[in-house]
């Protein structure tokens, strides 16, 4: 109950209040000394109304096309994983990913980046009381600012200036679809000077924005 009640008022309190650090950040902190990154966090929070309309789109377009229809999970797209990933992993291709923003808001924010079953229970827990207490503009503006998007560079206002040297609030339609391209990997690809992998799942991003519905 008391756990309840306290991840209640976390939850709810981060409704109006923006995250100031994550334990993902403070992870990459503690472990830069031993990876030769530097040590440097680079985080602003901006509000929804300052980031350009075509930066959500974007990401939603490459991470989570059904944001504004499913409750958190994407159950079907979840099964599907399932039933096509032992044949991947077996043919050594990467596993299909089935993570929604609001579960990788929900990680990002509220759990430390371990991998094991008692936080997957917690993340799914997280993820229909974000979405019960959020909404969906808000959990889009919370994983805007919060995710990693480069050594050290925190949130959509700081990977425009760092790729891009630009504004969040004028990032054209194609800087934002680079940005949503590397999202899966941003320590590994580069948004200002992509590779061909990226700038073709780029393309594809921008291909699906058309039909990608936001928050009002």
């Known amino acids: 109950m008391a756990f309840i009640v306290f991840t209640v008022i976390v939850v709810a309190l ?16 503690v472990h830069a000394p031993f990876t030769g990154k530097s040590m440097l966090i680079k985080h602003h929070w901006v509000s929804m109304s300052d980031v350009a309309p ?6 939603i377009a ?8 499913h409750a958190g999970i994407d159950w079907k797209a979840v099964k599907n994983a399932r039933r096509v990933n032992v ?3 077996r043919n050594g291709k990467l596993p299909l990913g089935a993570s929604t923003i609001t579960m990788q808001t929900c990680k990002n924010v ?9 936080r997957k229970g917690a993340e799914v827990y997280f993820v229909y009381l974000t979405e019960a207490l959020w909404g969906k503009e808000r959990i889009l503006e919370v994983y805007l600012n919060m995710i990693e998007w480069g050594n050290g560079v925190y949130g959509a206002h700081q990977a425009a200036s ?8 004028d990032i054209s339609t194609e800087q934002a ?10 320590r590994k690809f580069s948004a200002s000077a992509p590779s061909t992998y990226t700038r073709r799942k780029a393309s594809w991003i921008r291909g699906r924005m058309k039909g990608v519905s936001t928050p009002k």
Do not use: H, Y
């Not at 981060?14 to 902190?29: A, E, G, I, N, Y």
């Not at 509220?110 to 008692?118: V, Y």
């Not at 679809?177 to 941003?186: F, G, K, Q, R």
């Open 177 to 186: 679809s680079l940005l949503a391209a590397i999202v899966p990997n941003p």
């Open 162 to 169: 760092t790729w891009f040297d630009a504004d969040i609030q």
């Open 54 to 59: 075509a930066v959500g789109k974007a990401v």
């Open 87 to 89: 044949a991947r992993v």
């Open 14 to 29: 981060f409704r109006v209040v923006p995250p100031c650090v994550t334990p993902l950040m403070v992870w990459r902190f």
């Open 62 to 69: 490459g991470e989570d096309a059904g944001f504004m229809r």
């Open 110 to 118: 509220f759990l430390i980046p371990w991998r094991s079953m008692l």
